[in-house]
């Protein structure tokens, strides 16, 4: 690697890096302090400091929620909180279970299932939206947590992911678990399992983040608001026709809506970056 | 403590069979080395006999038990593998119990087994340790003592010595050799490295191209390999071949540039006046400028190994090329001629259409 000292380039390099993130920061910090004002100030002006009620502002929202919407920021948030747990475990395990199939089993149709399951990368959610909208109607889902997890559960990319990761896994290992007598769902639980940890933080974090920000999937199949994920939330407090929207409601519920994410990435850093760089041999 | 049978035993990938028929008793309590270069089949039949590749013919049978259709963990037998195989998120501790635990064996019973093999390998004090915060040759002491607290019928052993260096191989052979004359447990060795095979093993299994070329204690091996494959693996440098002619009356032989050696003692009337090629061992000349039946030698490349000298060079009008070795420092010019007189009792002579030994 070259190491260059010049004065004026590490300067201008700076100068770049900080302007590029200040530019990145902006809309968040505005969105902040626009959650710290009473509306008469945030529609009248724009507010480039914080105000005082940025606790009775987040008080209403995480508590009575915003007019319209009928479901406070706090229901919600554990909507969403709920669903994006349960799509992050959900994709999680059943990758596992498949690239383990897939890795250490020889079956019928071995690389059509492969196949299949690689095909799938390249339909996205909203392409086999209405199939799957059809599907969990008939299937009473609408309106409910599993409705909200189950459609999204399956993952190509965590699949081949894992695929990837078992196939660097030594032969040896796995004969070395037959001579110590172990079945397969052993070898799966006591060796597979531990030995996959690092790639399992990491995907947690990216998935985790995906099943956050879900939009358009709930946006159709929730029509009771006690099924509103937050998301769908700011959405409709936007809807409000001829009235006029509770700016700092929303704008708090948007921060509050960023927090999650933020959360896992900055407590599950050090193992996501482990995950993407080393494997344990 | 078992005796295995290897009754006729032959292994096909699809269509090809890469194993063609391999018998060989081996008793209780012994060490056999199956040696051969790689992609002759040693592993393949290794592997048939932990159970981790089916068997396509034959039968294997383990202390009086055909075992062919039993799993590797019902087949009592522990292998070590060459790349150690220890699971890298447990201890050493755990990873020598794992097997026991597994056969549901009382928490104090393993934890006696664990300590007392790791007494016997000197790993008492790297039982909390992970594999990785191991060197090589611990990594290859643990997967023993996984292998020596199950106190199994048959061990195994897949080249376990190859990822080691030179130093710490010469350490290992030596430790295995011990263990396996404490322990007195049937072992199975295989390997490409003839010098482990010289030392560990009772017996050898020369393996070439999926047929047992030869079975027998490594000195019969090196002393009259059954054939022109064995002669040139075993040995180091390898053994020189060249075509002879068998004189009138089998009494002597031709070599290439008119060198006559005579037969001490055993004639070979049959084939007088026939091509066979003769072997001769690299460490069974010696320099003798005034003896009545030198060969003349021509150097070409010398290596100096400070103990010894490998002089590269070749014979006769023909070119015939030879490798010699002479104890102690020699400096020859090259293109220089020596005179090298062969010793008669170490001759090897093949027949040149089936490359089996005549004499």
């Known amino acids: 690697m070259m190491v260059e000292h010049r004065p004026v380039l590490t300067f201008v390099t700076h100068a770049t890096l900080i302007l590029g993130a200040l530019v990145l920061a902006f809309p968040i910090y505005v969105t902040f302090v626009a959650s710290t004002h009473t509306l008469e100030v945030v529609t009248k002006s724009f507010p480039l400091l914080p105000g005082s009620h940025l606790v009775e502002n987040y008080l209403r929202a995480l508590t009575v929620g915003p007019r319209d919407v009928g479901a406070t920021v706090g229901t919600m948030m554990l909507n969403s909180l709920i669903m994006a747990l349960g799509i992050t475990f959900g994709k999680i395990s059943i990758s596992l279970l498949a690239a383990f199939a897939i890795v250490y089993f020889r079956f019928r149709l071995r690389i059509v299932f492969f196949w299949m399951i690689f095909i799938t990368l390249m339909l996205p959610v909203e392409v086999r939206i209405l199939p799957t909208y059809k599907v969990a109607a008939d299937l009473k889902l609408l309106n409910s947590y599993p409705g909200l997890i189950f459609p999204l559960i399956a993952s190509a990319t965590a699949t081949f992911l894992f695929r990837q990761f078992f196939m660097t896994v030594p032969d040896e290992l796995c004969e070395a678990h037959r001579i110590d007598g172990g079945g397969p769902m052993r070898f799966f639980f006591d060796i597979l399992l531990p030995m996959s940890r690092t790639s399992i933080a990491a995907l947690f974090v990216i998935l985790f983040i995906y099943g956050w920000n879900q939009y358009l999937w709930p946006l159709l199949i929730t029509s009771d608001q006690q099924y509103y994920t937050l998301l769908i939330g700011i959405k409709r407090m936007l809807d409000v026709g001829e009235g006029q929207a509770e700016w700092q409601i929303i704008m708090a519920s948007t921060i509050l809506a960023m927090l999650p994410p933020v959360l896992v990435v900055i407590f599950m850093q050090k193992q996501f970056v482990r995950g993407m760089t080393e494997t344990e041999k | ?359």
């Not at chain 2, 190859?162 to 004359?181: P, T, Y």
């Not at chain 2, 037969?263 to 066979?276: F, H, M, Q, R, T």
């Not at chain 2, 007189?341 to 001759?347: A, P, R, T, Y």
Request: one cysteine or more; charged letters at 25%; proline letters at 5%.
């Open chain 2, 1 to 359: 403590m078992a005796d295995v049978s290897i009754r006729n035993v032959t292994k096909q990938f699809g269509k090809s069979e890469v194993i063609h028929g391999i018998s060989c008793d081996i008793r209780d309590g012994e060490f056999i080395v199956i040696l051969g270069p790689s992609g002759c089949g040693k592993s393949t039949l290794l592997r048939m006999i932990a159970g981790l590749e089916q068997i396509s013919s034959g039968e294997v049978v383990i202390d009086g038990r055909v075992v062919n259709r039993l799993e590797p963990a019902e087949r009592d037998i522990a292998m070590v593998f060459q790349n150690y195989a220890l699971y890298p998120h447990m201890t050493v501790y755990r990873n020598m119990a794992y097997g026991l635990k597994m056969r549901r064996m009382p928490k104090d019973e393993i934890d006696q087994r664990v300590r007392n093999a790791a007494r016997i390998l000197e790993l008492s004090a790297l039982l909390d340790r992970k594999p990785r915060q191991l060197s090589g040759g611990q990594r290859q002491r643990v997967a023993m003592g996984r292998c020596i607290v199950r106190e199994p019928k048959v061990f195994l052993f897949d080249e376990p010595l190859s990822n080691l260096d030179a130093k710490l191989r010469v350490q290992m052979r030596l430790e295995i050799r011990k263990l396996h004359e404490d322990l007195k447990i049937t072992s199975v060795y295989v390997t490409h490295d003839q010098v482990e095979a010289m030392t560990l093993g009772d017996r050898l299994v020369v393996m070439d191209n999926g047929y047992a070329a030869q079975t027998g204690s490594p000195l019969e091996v090196y002393e009259r390999p059954a054939n022109m494959f064995v002669a040139g693996f075993i040995g180091s440098p390898a053994m020189n071949f060249m075509e002879v002619t068998v004189q009138e009356g089998g009494q002597a032989l031709k070599l290439p540039g008119d060198i006559q050696i005579p037969l001490n003692g055993s004639a070979l009337p049959g084939w007088a006046g026939k091509k066979a090629i003769l072997g001769i061992r690299p460490e069974h000349m010696e320099l003798d400028s005034k003896g009545p039946r030198t060969i003349l030698f021509t150097v070409g490349q010398v290596e100096l190994l400070g103990a010894d000298t490998l002089v590269h060079g070749h014979i006769g009008a023909g070119q015939v090329p030879m490798t010699v070795r002479l104890p102690d420092v020699h400096r020859f010019e090259k293109h220089a001629t020596i005179r090298l007189s062969i010793s008669q009792e170490k001759l090897h002579l093949f027949d040149p259409e089936t490359k089996k030994r005549i004499v």
